[in-house]
Structures are given as C-alpha cells and as structure tokens.
C-alpha cells in the first residue's frame, strides 16, 4: 500500500508540472456558486499552495506508523488505546496503522488527483468555469469512501478475542 501512496503521489507531483505548463499566468483557484471562479492568483502561487498543502500530507501519511511511536500515548485517540499501546502489541498496532493510514492516503491523494485536474480543465474553458456535477461526484465517492474507511480502522482495531 505504501508503493500504491507514492504513485498517486507522484503522479500529483506530475500533474501539478504539468498544470504549470499548460496553465495561464493567472488561475482560478476557488470556485464558488454555479462553478463560477471567485479567487484568483498566479499559476506560481497555486503550485506553492500544492507543495504546503501535499507535501505535508504525503509525510503524515507514509510515516504514520513511525509518527505514533514519538507521540506521547496521551494524546493519541485510538479505539482500544490500553490494548494497542501495551509494548508487546504495539508492533502489531503500527502495522495495521500504517496499513490504514497509507490506504487512506491514496484515497486523499486520488481525490487530491481529481480536484486538480477538475481545476485545470475549468482554468483551460473560456469562460473559467468548474464542472460542479463532476465535483460533486468525487466529493461524494471520497466522503463516502471516508465513511467506509473509518468504519473499518475502528472494526480492525478492535481487541482480538485471544488478547483482552
């Protein structure tokens, strides 16, 4: 899973290159009612927004596991904290963490993926304008894929029946 969160990774990294070569100077970089664009700013500036917003995601998510291990357990909200951050179950907790939180990475990073190119096609229309049926439909699929997601960390995280 964690080859899986590279890729989509870099294949952000790519569009974003790609957007900056394809894309005017100015760009829409908010869209609000009828897709119609309401803020604006250099394609410069919208690769910038990328680097702070992703890069940062893409570190939270690949070192998750690693993450949890210098974080006091005070401060970590898991289900079963008491079982899972008992040292000799915490190997088997980082590994089903990592698993998780890198699945849930692809699914940030392809809807990531899918906002980008929404924008890029609607900054390339004269007029600018955001296909909002399409928006709707990936906001819909990760949200619901969310929802599903966390339905599953908290039924995987659960005390196994042999170790309570």
Known sequence: MRKALIAVFAANLILM???????????AIHFGGGGRPDSWASKEFNAAIF??????????FYFAP???????????????????LKEENLPDFQRKFGYYMAEF?????????CISLLALRANLRDPVQLDNVLFLVVFIA????????????VRGLKVPKSGS
């Open 17 to 27: 290159a790609v957007s900056l070569a394809l894309l005017p100077d100015q760009v």
């Open 105 to 113: 990475g692809v699914a940030v990073f392809i809807f990531f993926f």
């Open 142 to 153: 990760y949200m619901s894929y969310t929802i599903w997601w966390l339905v599953r960390l």
């Open 51 to 60: 680097i702070v917003l992703e890069v940062p995601f893409f570190l939270m």
């Open 66 to 84: 690693v993450l949890t291990l210098g974080v006091s357990k005070n401060f970590l909200n898991i289900p079963n904290k008491d079982y899972w």
